[in-house]
């Protein structure tokens, strides 16, 4: 599907729903100012590789540069927001086979330190996407962690999402980092909840299966938009979760997951943040569509490495 770019240009996506076309940097934009008005402060994408952090190679999150005051140490505000750059190598399995895996891309975060918790940090999400953003709720369905039943409340009673839109998934999919009470790294953690955009009928497993689809399948159907960590544990070496001494808030929204759901385009490749560069690789360089979303996933990386002198 074509994409039209500019001031009130519009588009219709598959379901037949007309979008005012925003544009990934309006997106970013509206992000941070949406969260500055409640009270954070905008923080600036930290260097690709943390500094003064030995345990991590590549800036994999927006938490990453927060990690202090995560643990209640050098808090000098008590919410941020940012639109971090990151890598990450931990799925690179997965980039260019699918529309929506990058090893380089952005994340728009929120956080507290010690502030607000889980009622605010998912009703301002959800006022963000639905009304913001314009969403319509009918296409956005919820996971939280299998025994986090604040959380499920919050949604199901306050927030009104139907119980057969919300569901429950263990620590591997609904805790982060993944698994990280069996599994670790060490250091902050928490369940979260993810909040998912479905595409519809047209990528479901139910033309397959007789099993119904919901975000716990990874079809396509249901993608992964935002996913809000309620960060209040500190793993140790062996294996214990200490609470922290404050409970703590670290959302993470992929840029170009968003910018791909609001300009009605499946694939993130096909968004303004990626489609005349993955049109020019492809026409020079001849390459089928999933070689060229893999080798131009690649060269955004390095890119950026280079840029930094890395």
């Given at each position: 599907?074509?994409?039209l770019f500019g001031?009130?240009?519009?588009?219709?996506?598959?379901?037949?729903?007309?979008?005012?076309?925003?544009?990934?940097?309006?997106?970013?934009?509206?992000?941070?100012?949406?969260?500055?008005?409640?009270?954070?402060?905008i923080?600036s994408?930290?260097?690709l590789?943390?500094?003064?952090?030995?345990?991590?190679?590549?800036?994999?999150?927006?938490?990453?540069?927060?990690?202090?005051?995560?643990?209640g140490?050098?808090?000098?505000?008590?919410?941020?927001?940012?639109?971090?750059?990151?890598l990450?190598t931990?799925?690179?399995?997965?980039?260019?086979?699918?529309?929506?895996?990058?090893?380089?891309?952005?994340m728009?975060?929120?956080?507290?330190?010690?502030?607000?918790?889980?009622?605010?940090?998912?009703?301002?999400?959800?006022?963000?996407?639905?009304?913001?953003?314009?969403i319509?709720a009918e296409?956005?369905?919820?996971?939280?962690?299998?025994?986090d039943d604040?959380?499920?409340?919050?949604?199901?009673?306050?927030?009104?999402?139907?119980?057969?839109?919300?569901?429950?998934?263990?620590?591997?999919?609904?805790?982060?980092?993944?698994?990280?009470?069996?599994?670790?790294?060490?250091?902050?953690?928490?369940?979260?909840?993810?909040?998912?955009?479905?595409?519809?009928?047209?990528?479901?497993?139910?033309?397959?299966?007789?099993?119904?689809?919901?975000?716990?399948?990874?079809?396509?159907?249901?993608?992964?938009?935002?996913?809000?960590?309620?960060?209040?544990?500190?793993?140790?070496?062996?294996?214990?979760?200490?609470?922290?001494?404050?409970k703590n808030?670290?959302?993470?929204?992929?840029?170009?997951?968003?910018?791909?759901?609001?300009?009605?385009?499946?694939?993130?490749?096909?968004?303004?943040?990626?489609?005349?560069?993955?049109?020019?690789?492809k026409?020079?360089?001849?390459?089928?569509?999933?070689?060229?979303?893999?080798?131009?996933?690649?060269?955004?990386?390095?890119?950026?490495?280079?840029?930094?002198?890395?």
């Amino acid at each position: 599907m074509g994409i039209l770019f500019g001031k009130n240009k519009k588009c219709f996506n598959f379901f037949g729903e007309e979008n005012l076309v925003i544009s990934a940097h309006e997106i970013r934009k509206k992000y941070l100012e949406f969260f500055q008005k409640k009270g954070h402060t905008i923080a600036s994408s930290d260097s690709l590789v943390p500094i003064d952090d030995p345990t991590l190679l590549f800036t994999g999150a927006g938490m990453n540069q927060f990690k202090e005051q995560f643990m209640g140490k050098n808090i000098s505000y008590s919410r941020a927001t940012s639109s971090q750059k990151c890598l990450r190598t931990g799925d690179i399995e997965n980039v260019g086979k699918t529309p929506r895996h990058h090893t380089f891309f952005e994340m728009l975060g929120n956080f507290s330190f010690g502030d607000y918790f889980k009622r605010e940090a998912i009703n301002w999400a959800w006022e963000f996407l639905t009304k913001e953003m314009g969403i319509s709720a009918e296409r956005l369905w919820i996971s939280v962690y299998k025994d986090d039943d604040e959380a499920y409340s919050i949604w199901n009673k306050e927030i009104k999402i139907p119980a057969g839109r919300i569901v429950r998934l263990d620590a591997d999919n609904n805790f982060w980092p993944a698994d990280a009470p069996l599994k670790g790294p060490n250091g902050p953690c928490g369940p979260c909840s993810e909040i998912f955009y479905d595409w519809g009928e047209k990528y479901s497993r139910a033309k397959h299966s007789s099993n119904p689809c919901d975000p716990s399948c990874d079809c396509g159907r249901f993608v992964e938009v935002w996913n809000l960590v309620f960060t209040s544990f500190d793993r140790k070496s062996d294996g214990t979760l200490v609470p922290l001494p404050s409970k703590n808030i670290d959302t993470g929204m992929g840029l170009e997951r968003i910018t791909a759901v609001l300009q009605g385009v499946y694939s993130n490749f096909e968004t303004d943040l990626f489609v005349s560069l993955v049109n020019s690789v492809k026409a020079n360089l001849g390459l089928a569509k999933s070689l060229h979303q893999y080798a131009f996933s690649f060269l955004s990386s390095l890119f950026f490495l280079v840029r930094r002198e890395i």
